[in-house]
């Protein structure tokens, strides 16, 4: 897993450094921290800050990123994507950022999410609304209540209704999972398997945010399970996959890049959360998925070697490679601590 780490770090530096890219940096601050420098030799964090927009909103002035740059680009495909980067790699919260029209903090950042958060109302909403989630499960008000713009919001309300719409997502999990049936699983874009990056980053926020309630946690840990499943029936698919369709074999790997690594991720996290018990089959489980990363990021290499010519002729591989790079990076990292 060092040695993982190390290769790793070097194959998606030059894709997470990019000034031109925020999208890519935010995902560089979370596989390298918070003192990560661009490729041009700015802080990642103060060259994110210049395409910060300032708007008013119901009479209060609040920032927030684009969607994209003017050439395209992505900054923040999910709202508040950026702001969670920032409060999970560390930024601190009282650091300005040097924006076009002003210079607000981390903290008014995390201040305009909080009076801007709505619960969502579509499947649209939910599919958005990880990132926000989360950093409201990092920076829980000492209340438990949210003053959003509309009210104030229980955040154990909120964590209850949101684990709650995660249970249907993973729901047609539970029959096999009982079963013990891996092998039935099928992946047909249904449920969590709609969400971007297999629901993972829906997962975190609502495992994080339930975990500060005790009357919730049990139910968390059912759906930690769940993802515990998940790597015995997915690992299965992409290798039936391969086998069949040997063409599709290196766009099969980015997708195990992402499942590995973000698995990986958020067990290690819930680990760190004290959410789940590391114990000796958990700690089994877990080198097997950083066994399967590890062989996927080493299968790789080669289209790392090419990523300024993927980033031409396929920029969701590019971004794939870079983003998901760095979570795998991170759940090397934080794996490295929570099982080993």
Known sequence: MEAGISQ??????????????????????????????????????????????????????????????????????????????????????????????????VRKLVDDLVWLFEVPRDELGWHNVAW???????????????????????????????????????????????????????????GIYTHTCGGLHFVQAVARVGGHFPSLQGRVLQQLDAVRFRWAAERRIYRQLADMKPRYRGVLLVQELKFYGHQLETLALAAKWGLVKVDPDLRLEMRMVAADLLD???????????????????????????????HALRGLREGLVAFF
Not at 60 to 69: D, I, Q, Y
């Open 8 to 105: 790793l770090s070097d194959l998606i530096r030059s894709g997470a450094t990019d000034p031109a890219n925020p999208w890519a940096m935010a995902h560089g601050l979370i596989a390298f921290g918070p003192d990560l420098s661009a490729a041009d030799g700015r802080s990642a964090v103060d060259v994110i800050a210049t395409y910060l927009e300032k708007t008013t909103v119901d009479g209060r002035v609040v920032w927030s990123f684009p969607t994209k740059t003017a050439i395209n680009e992505p900054v923040e495909p999910h709202p508040f994507l950026i702001t969670k980067a920032m409060v999970e790699a560390g930024v601190p919260l009282d650091r300005p950022l040097p924006a076009k029209d002003g210079r607000p903090t």
């Open 132 to 190: 926000a989630l989360s950093v409201l499960a990092a920076k829980p008000p000492a209340d438990r209540m949210i003053p959003t713009r509309a009210g104030r919001l229980s955040l154990e309300a909120l964590a209850s209704r949101a684990l709650q719409r995660l249970e249907q997502e993973q729901g047609f999990l539970t029959k096999p999972m009982k079963r013990r049936r891996p092998d039935v699983v099928r992946k047909r874009r249904q």
């Open 296 to 326: 996927t990021i080493r299968a790789l290499v080669p289209l790392y070697g090419r990523l300024d010519r993927i980033r031409e002729a396929t920029p969701q591989i590019y971004y794939d490679l870079v983003g998901d790079g760095s």
